[in-house]
């Protein structure tokens, strides 16, 4: 069991021993569901190609293309 602190914007760090045994690596999705007052964490798949991935992550990927292109020029 391990303790960790969460963060003013909410955020929890989770313990490097987990994320190695469940296979968690940056970049990865996670499901997070509350049921009865626990939380659990999921590691999902990656997304097939095209599969709806979230406005905010499409938002971020649609920066990343824009920072890509401004190096091209």
Known sequence: MS??????????????????????????????????????????PPPTPGEVVGQEEYQKMLGELEETRRRWR
């Open 3 to 44: 303790m960790v602190k969460v963060t003013r914007k909410g955020q929890i760090t989770i313990p490097q021993e987990l994320r190695t045994k469940i296979g968690i690596e940056e970049g990865d999705f996670v499901q997070v569901t509350e049921e009865g007052g626990v939380i659990s964490v999921k590691l999902l």
